[in-house]
């Protein structure tokens, strides 16, 4: 088998193998008590250029997008609505098992949240962001199913655009917040697309 053919062939693999190596590298500097120079990067870069008065109630608004209260909300709604029971079943395990894992990984690491910028008070462990990987869970498994099941091609990549950027908006709304570094949104990231990776080849 041609090299291409392979990796056209396994190329979700591939990514999950790649994603899970850069969070255990992540996972291992930050078990080592090492800050990271993207960490000071990230947050030099938005405060510097972003964080603002008038920004800061807006991005307050859109971290609750990621939170457990508007998750089992707009899960539930989507029970009710889908008529496919059994994706609106899938969507609420994806929620559950998204959400057990990062604590469960938040236990392993027990990584201190950042204390020197807080905007935000927010308890528990920091790595990795549960509202960074849970969204990219939650939000990625929706940008799958629309991808697979809308017809009009305007309405899939409108959609697909906009859950995209909110699960971007929500990682970087975390860092902006003081509540977490960049690697933890990264972490979360990576996690989240490795789980998927595997949850949607087993839904």
């Given at each position: 088998?041609?090299?291409?053919?392979?990796?056209?062939?396994?190329?979700?693999?591939?990514a999950l193998f790649i994603c899970l190596v850069l969070v255990i590298g992540i996972a291992e500097d930050v078990l080592d008590n090492e800050i990271y120079r993207l960490d000071?990067?990230?947050?030099?870069?938005?405060?510097?250029?972003?964080?603002?008065?008038?920004?800061?109630?807006?991005?307050?608004?859109?971290?609750?997008?990621g939170g457990a209260t508007f998750f089992i909300a707009l899960a539930t709604i989507l029970?009710?609505?889908i008529k496919n029971k059994k994706i609106g079943f899938f969507i609420w395990i994806n929620l559950a098992t998204s959400?057990?894992?990062?604590?469960?990984?938040?236990?392993?690491v027990q990584r201190p949240r950042p204390t020197e910028h807080r905007i935000i008070d927010e308890s528990g462990y920091s790595f990795p962001s549960g509202h960074s990987m849970v969204s990219a869970a939650f939000?990625?498994?929706?940008?799958?199913?629309?991808?697979?099941?809308?017809?009009?091609?305007?309405?899939?990549?409108?959609?697909?655009?906009?859950?995209?950027?909110?699960?971007?908006?929500?990682?970087?709304?975390?860092?902006?917040l003081g509540v977490h570094y960049?690697?933890?949104?990264?972490?979360?990231?990576?996690?989240?697309?490795?789980?998927?990776?595997?949850?949607?080849?087993?839904?």
């Open positions: 088998m041609k090299v291409k053919e392979f990796i056209e062939k396994n190329v979700k693999w591939i000071v990067i990230g947050y030099n870069f938005i405060s510097k250029h972003i964080i603002s008065d008038n920004i800061t109630p807006i991005v307050k608004i859109i971290t609750q997008f029970l009710v609505a959400a057990l894992l990062n604590k469960i990984l938040k236990h392993i939000y990625g498994l929706l940008i799958y199913l629309i991808y697979k099941n809308v017809k009009n091609k305007y309405l899939k990549w409108g959609l697909i655009t906009i859950l995209s950027l909110l699960i971007f908006l929500i990682g970087t709304s975390r860092i902006y960049t690697s933890d949104v990264l972490a979360g990231f990576l996690v989240a697309i490795s789980y998927l990776i595997v949850f949607i080849t087993a839904m």
